[in-house]
């Protein structure tokens, strides 16, 4: 769905590979758990890698409807946001304001075309997934036939543990150092993440009153009776 939020969203998408790449080239022993959620979801790899601009546009109508109108673009947003220096959003940006400034964040009707697929395409860098789910995937559902499909997690993190990626990769690519650019999102997590571990720190001399404070909210869905 992300992926047709917006004309751009895939540069997003293109991001969040190349930080997958990174872990599976240089800490694929130290990130045995990503690498299993990356075989568990070796569907939605293959949809992407596969990706054709029929299905892209089918899809794109199937998530929203027959107009194709995005309701929020993340680049668009991040463009009207107002921050200070230190990336914090000021009082009436996209994210703190209220729905006039969320509604202002919308973007125009999206479709893909075959320009954005060549740029799609030519973005993603999909090879390295690609190769470690050609080579761990046999071996997970392997071993999940030997034990009839009740197997230990635990066991399969073992084995990927001990597996060996040398060779059957991609030449390893140049490390790259991104600088980190302050914006809204992240300053927004900070912020939760830092009062968070204040609060959780300081229970047993409690400096705040836990009834004032809501770190989360779980929704509650009840059950019809038929």
Excluded at 23 to 45: C, E, P
Excluded at 156 to 177: F, Q, R, S
């Amino acid at each position: 769905k992300f992926l047709y939020s917006g004309e751009n969203a895939h540069r997003h998408l293109a991001l969040l590979l190349e930080v997958f790449n990174n872990i599976i080239q240089y800490q694929y022993h130290g990130n045995t758990h990503l690498v299993y959620a990356i075989i568990r979801r070796k569907d939605s790899f293959g949809r992407l890698a596969s990706i054709t601009l029929k299905r892209a546009q089918e899809q794109c109508h199937k998530v929203y409807g027959d107009h194709t109108a995005v309701q929020y673009d993340a680049d668009r947003a991040r463009a009207k946001s107002n921050m200070d220096p230190n990336g914090i959003p000021n009082a009436g940006s996209a994210l703190m304001g209220g729905t006039e400034n969320m509604m202002s964040a919308e973007g125009a009707a999206f479709q893909p075309t075959e320009p954005w697929m060549a740029e799609l395409k030519a973005s993603l860098p999909m090879e390295t997934v690609t190769r470690l789910l050609q080579h761990l995937v046999p071996v997970v559902d392997e071993i999940v036939a030997k034990k009839q499909g009740i197997v230990d997690e635990q066991e399969i993190l073992a084995v990927l543990n001990e597996m060996t990626m040398v060779g059957l990769l991609p030449v390893p690519h140049a490390i790259v150092i991104r600088k980190y650019q302050p914006n809204q999102y992240t300053a927004l997590w900070f912020t939760a993440f830092m009062w968070g571990v204040i609060f959780l720190r300081n229970q047993h001399l409690p400096m705040f009153d836990g009834q004032c404070i809501e770190l989360f909210q779980v929704s509650v869905q009840e059950e019809d009776d038929d």
